[in-house]
């Protein structure tokens, strides 16, 4: 479909589940790049407010944005892999969603800085009465239950936009608990919605879009990592100091993507119960993927003596996104495919050794690193040496 030149309006329709061959589209790729924009924003201002000991308060405003922004993805994700028809309408809504989120990302550092939420509520806005109008367009074309659960989806959108206006109209105070009331009233929107109908997502193309986006948050880690790097050389040189950090950094990213992508997760979905929660939980792999890159600039500006925080507490900003990620991989990925207590426990017991690398010092982001690429080593052997019995068990079995 992606192939053919768009047709200025097709009925907005719901696509086969069992569509063969289903990929992400150009315009899908477009979207996550644009996307990233915003969470490289929330990540700069992190790690300013870690450096500068503001840590509390810069985790949640980082948690509050992050999920705005990666809630507006996860949504438009979903629905365009059960309705993506490909067509100029489609096309000029997704370019206005686009839009919300490089409106939310101007305002990311006003919102950090002086708590000031208005630019990216607006963004925020723009992004989710696109995604309101797209449900709409497919209640036009549907019927029956399919369109009460895309009505359902639309009115769900537009109830929880009034009830964010709390960041903006509200005093301060109050703001975290609007959060929490809207976040919670967000994630029961899908469940209202698609009690009756389920949308007809396709378990290929949206692990796929999942896995793509991970590629993106993890580019973009490395991105923010080597700018600070360089930053440190150049202006500092302190090449010295930085090598251990930068190699360290490599090393659990160079990890966090193996880990992600050694086992093909489409075939656990199969059921709107499990997608949920597998949907839902990405928001800890994203955030924590995104934070590792926050917390090698927060390394980086330690070790040039630039913070204002311990030796740890920098160490600690890499290794306790680091040890979230493993672990959040492991209760949605790897599990499902271990074999054996040896293999379950490879995960868990590398994110407690991470956690323990934070009290090594200078070191810490380097041993971090080298925990991550051994835990690659021992999951694979093991992998390998469980093959190898079950293959030599049928053999013995066939020969019998």
């Not at 537009?158 to 964010?164: D, I, Y």
């Not at 810490?364 to 093959?387: D, F, I, P, R, W």
Request: proline fraction near 4%; aromatic fraction near 10%.
């Amino acid at each position: 479909m992606t192939s053919e030149i768009p047709r200025p309006l097709r009925p907005l329709t719901a696509r086969g589940r069992d569509e063969p061959h289903r990929v992400a589209s150009p315009l899908e790729l477009f979207f996550d790049l644009c996307f990233v924009v915003a969470i490289a924003q929330v990540g700069v201002q992190l790690a300013h407010a870690v450096a500068e000991g503001h840590v509390g308060e810069g985790v949640l405003s980082y948690a509050m944005q992050f999920f705005a922004i990666w809630w507006a993805w996860m949504n438009f994700s979903w629905f365009a892999s059960a309705y993506d028809n490909d067509d100029v309408l489609y096309r000029v809504v997704t370019l206005v969603q686009i839009s919300g989120v490089l409106v939310l990302a101007a305002g990311v550092s006003r919102a950090f800085e002086q708590h000031d939420y208005l630019v990216v509520w607006l963004g925020y806005v723009i992004m989710r009465l696109a995604m309101a109008t797209q449900w709409l367009r497919a209640a036009r074309t549907a019927a029956g239950p399919e369109r009460t659960m895309a009505l359902r989806y639309a009115g769900g959108v537009l109830l929880c936009m009034v009830g964010w206006t709390g960041l903006v109209v509200l005093p301060e105070p109050a703001r975290g608990w609007v959060f929490l009331v809207m976040v919670i009233a967000e994630m029961c929107v899908p469940r209202y919605a698609e009690k009756d109908f389920p949308t007809p997502w396709h378990p290929h193309h949206i692990s796929e879009r999942y896995g793509l986006f991970t590629i993106i948050v993890l580019g973009e880690t490395i991105a923010a990592a080597t700018v600070a790097v360089k930053s440190g050389v150049d202006e500092h040189d302190a090449l010295g100091e930085l090598l251990p950090i930068a190699a360290g950094g490599l090393l659990i990213v160079f990890a966090a993507w193996w880990i992600y992508f050694v086992v093909p997760i489409h075939g656990h979905l199969r059921s709107s119960q499990q997608a949920f929660l597998w949907g839902y939980g990405h928001y800890l792999i994203f955030a924590s993927a995104a934070t590792i890159g926050a917390g090698l600039e927060v390394a980086v500006t330690e070790a040039i003596g630039k913070a204002h925080i311990s030796t740890s507490a920098a160490s600690a900003a890499v290794t306790l996104p680091t040890a979230l990620y493993l672990l959040s991989v492991w209760a949605l990925h790897a599990r499902h495919y271990k074999v054996g207590v040896a293999q379950q426990l490879v995960l868990p017991v590398a994110a407690l050794l991470v956690i323990c690398c934070t009290f090594l010092g200078s070191w810490a982001v380097l041993a971090a690193g080298l925990v991550s690429a051994l835990t690659v080593a021992v999951g694979t052997t093991l992998t390998a040496l469980t093959a190898g019995e079950k293959s030599g068990a049928e053999a013995t079995a066939s020969v019998g």
